[in-house]
């Protein structure tokens, strides 16, 4: 079936493109992966730098969706704390489904399972890295989903909802046309990306468990995860 962009739609596709694969976690952090201890303090605090180095990247890659910046600044804050921990299980798993750095794939998935998360929310969480790995996305399809669940319009105190939801359906639009251009063969595709949407907000309900699991073990975050989780 013959695709065709328009030219705003080439022009998004192009801004979000770049902003997603400018915006990276810096090699050298990413490298502490391979360090050989491997204790669960040892583990919790690496990833805890992991995610306070996506935070920042993620900070940077949403400022570049065209519109954002102009939405409501308070509305901005919202929509980047509503979806922080969505937008990073769909970057860690990229980063275990795709072919990382030699060894890091490995290393990160054995960290995140020994890294004092309880086995209840492990087992979601690695069935959703697993469904994630099945749909074989394309970086365009990454990109944006992960641009989609940061403007989701119904996030706790969005005060100017439609203006997001506007911002949502122009992604929506582009990413069902990416879908049938790389996917031509699978009619259901793009529902079925939505569908890890469902599942990314079951799994952001897990993950306040996570947190409360770890702070009454007295685990330290950092101020930046601290501020966009609204913890300490
Ligand atoms: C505060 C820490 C302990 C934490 O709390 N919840 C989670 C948490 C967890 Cl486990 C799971 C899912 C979401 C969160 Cl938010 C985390 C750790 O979060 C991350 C861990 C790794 C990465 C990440 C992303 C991209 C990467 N690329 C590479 C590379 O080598 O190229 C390494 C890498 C790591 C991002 C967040």
């Known amino acids: 079936k013959k695709v065709s962009f328009t ?25 502490k992966l391979l360090q050989d201890k491997y204790s669960t303090e040892e583990n919790f605090l690496l990833l805890t730098e992991m995610a306070t180095s996506q935070v920042q990247v993620l900070v940077e890659f949403t400022k570049n969706i065209p519109g954002f910046l102009s939405l409501d600044r308070e509305d901005q804050i919202a929509l980047l704390k509503g979806s922080a921990v969505e937008a990073m299980f769909l970057r860690s798993a990229q980063a275990l489904n795709k072919k990382m750095p030699i060894g890091h794939t490995e290393v ?81 595709y793009f529902a079925r990306l939505l569908g890890r949407l469902t599942e990314l907000r079951t799994l952001s309900h897990y993950h306040a468990e996570m947190l409360a699991s770890w702070r009454v073990n007295d685990h330290k975050f950092t101020p930046l995860l601290c501020e966009i989780w609204d913890v300490q």
Do not use: W
């Open 7 to 31: 030219k705003e739609q080439q022009a998004l596709m192009k801004v979000i493109i770049d902003a997603y694969n400018k915006h990276q976690i810096p090699q050298d952090v990413a490298k």
């Open 108 to 188: 990160l998935e054995e960290r995140i399972r020994k890294s004092g998360i309880s086995e209840e929310f492990i087992k979601p969480m690695f069935n959703f890295y697993k469904s994630i790995g099945e749909l074989h996305m394309v970086l365009e399809e990454q990109a944006l989903l992960t641009t989609i669940t940061i403007l989701t319009p119904d996030r706790p105190y969005v005060k100017d909802q439609p203006a997001v939801e506007r911002l949502q359906e122009t992604a929506l639009d582009l990413l069902r046309k990416m879908c049938v251009l790389h996917h031509p063969q699978e009619p259901q």
